[in-house]
């Protein structure tokens, strides 16, 4: 899990209301506090697991906190393109079913309603549609990756 990921979760999880989340994946814990009051700070909590004990150097299993970042400006090379966004947590997939060719590459044309992709969220396929007409500038994500709400999925050129 990198930083990004991580500040979407923070973001995700200040939005949505909820006091605290636990993540764990792999050797990686993360715990996200939040006040619903509003009267203090959010606290962040990585904590990653000891190694196996072949590694030389190990691994400090103590909390280390993270502060929340504001979010990277968009440069103005990529402010002309229209972002398309995950609607839900879940699975990105590019393409239908592994023996089927990809909804989109980069330089495609899209019409508004075509399928971009597929989120998968508890065994549900989600077909996540274009928006708007354009041609795909940038994919963002890797098949099979993990998404979270609101993370952008697709740089599309409206002209």
Same mark, same amino acid.
């Given at each position: ?11 995700? #999880?200040?939005?949505?209301? =909820?006091?605290? #989340?636990?993540? *764990? ?19 962040? @909590? ?11 150097? !190990?691994?400090?299993?103590? !909390? ?9 400006? =968009?440069?103005? *090379?990529?402010?002309? @393109?229209?972002?398309?966004?995950? !609607?839900?947590?879940?699975?990105? @997939? ?24 597929? =989120? ?8 996540? *549609? ?6 795909? =500038? ?22």
């Amino acid at each position: 899990m990198d930083l990004k990921e991580i500040q979407n979760l923070i973001k995700f #999880v200040s939005n949505s209301g =909820v006091a605290e #989340v636990k993540l *764990e994946t792999g050797d990686i814990k993360i715990t996200i506090r939040t006040t619903l009051e509003g009267n203090s700070p959010d606290i962040t @909590y990585l904590q990653q697991s000891p190694m196996q004990q072949s590694m030389t150097a !190990p691994v400090a299993p103590n !909390p280390v906190p993270v502060a929340p970042t504001a979010p990277a400006v =968009v440069t103005d *090379e990529n402010s002309k @393109y229209v972002t398309i966004k995950s !609607p839900m947590i879940g699975t990105f @997939y590019r393409k239908p079913s592994p023996d089927k060719p990809m909804f989109v590459e980069v330089g495609s044309t899209i019409q508004k309603g075509d399928v971009l992709c597929v =989120v998968e969220a508890m065994k549900l396929f989600n077909e996540i *549609e274009a928006e708007i007409t354009g041609k795909i =500038v940038k994919i963002l994500v890797d098949d099979m990756s993990p998404v979270e709400f609101d993370q952008p999925l697709f740089l599309v050129d409206p002209n």
